[in-house]
């Protein structure tokens, strides 16, 4: 973990920051990049699963609340978030390459942390099984499985519960 939070600053996403949502989700999609296939063709590709996610995200998360996360003043990421019965969960955290290691996530996950904690809420997310990193981030931030489908792990947080003294 890096020694300094970063200075984050998250704020509301706005018509403007679709170039930004574009080129973030095309630098999450490195399986796709590493095709070995015509450019034209990746790019539509990229451009088709960009469209469904949004779509699966609308549909799924109707109510939820899409934000950009600026790391010293620089569009740095996106967090989705919505809450699901008793849960707020975390429904797309990205980070873009040249400021993964900085802290930007790891702040992100404190701060909805406290959020759960004041709303008495637990703090659920999905990530994929390969994804090493955000898993070791998540165990380190005290998050546990729920399950696993398809190669993703469900995995929650809750604040433990004190016992009275």
């Known amino acids: 973990m890096p020694e300094r939070l970063p200075a984050l600053h998250i704020r509301p996403a706005l018509a403007a920051d679709e170039d930004f949502f574009a080129a973030l989700y095309r630098s999450t999609r490195a399986d796709l990049l590493a095709l070995l296939a015509d450019k034209r063709y990746i790019d539509g590709l990229i451009a088709t699963q960009r469209q469904a996610q949004v779509a699966s995200y609308r549909e799924r ?67 994929r099984r390969d994804n090493e990193g955000a898993r070791r981030l998540y165990a380190a931030l005290g998050f546990v499985p729920d399950d696993e489908e398809g190669g993703v792990l469900q995995l929650h947080w809750r604040l433990a519960a004190v016992p009275p003294p």
């Open 61 to 127: 998360y109707p109510g939820a609340i899409y934000q950009v996360l600026e790391l010293d003043g620089a569009a740095a990421g996106r967090l989705v978030t919505a809450c699901v019965d008793e849960a707020l969960r975390v429904v797309d955290l990205a980070v873009m390459p040249w400021a993964r290691g900085r802290g930007v996530a790891t702040e992100t996950l404190l701060r909805l942390q406290r959020q759960a904690q004041q709303e008495r809420r637990v703090l659920r997310l999905a990530v």
